[in-house]
């Protein structure tokens, strides 16, 4: 079992930056692929980046390529995605998950433990 608690949501101006944190319980969190999804309001939940379990690997969507990077700290279970450049576009609700399986995913229906979100506003 593992819970996930996100941090570091807040309001910031186009072209600015933001890092949001996603902090793991359990022993294991080696074990999973981790990703970061957001959902905008009245919008369906949209894959963001992926990162593998040693972190050696990592997929994004082609809207945030360049712009944002997913990493991760295995010691101390926390994954995180650095988003600069921001977009009043990118404002939507971020939530981390985790995957069992050893494969990059960008199904939502794939990850197997979610975080309840953290809120991502952009002004313009």
């Known amino acids: 079992q593992v819970q996930l608690v996100e941090f570091g949501g807040g309001l910031v101006q186009a072209g600015g930056s933001l890092r949001l944190s996603c902090a793991a319980s359990g022993r294991t969190f080696s074990n999973y692929c981790m990703a970061w999804f957001r959902q905008a309001p009245g919008k369906e939940r949209e894959f963001v980046a992926a990162?593998?379990?040693?972190?050696?690997?990592?997929y994004y969507a082609d809207s945030v390529k360049g712009r944002f990077t997913i990493s991760r700290d295995n010691a101390k279970k926390t994954v995180f995605l650095q988003m600069n450049s921001l977009k009043p576009e990118d404002t939507a609700v971020y939530h981390c998950?985790?995957?069992?399986?050893?494969?990059?995913?960008?199904?939502?229906?794939?990850?197997?433990?979610w975080g309840q979100g953290t809120q991502v506003t952009v002004s313009s």
């Open positions: 990162i593998s379990r040693s972190g050696g690997n990592t």
């Open positions: 998950a985790a995957d069992r399986g050893p494969l990059l995913s960008d199904r939502g229906d794939e990850y197997d433990y």
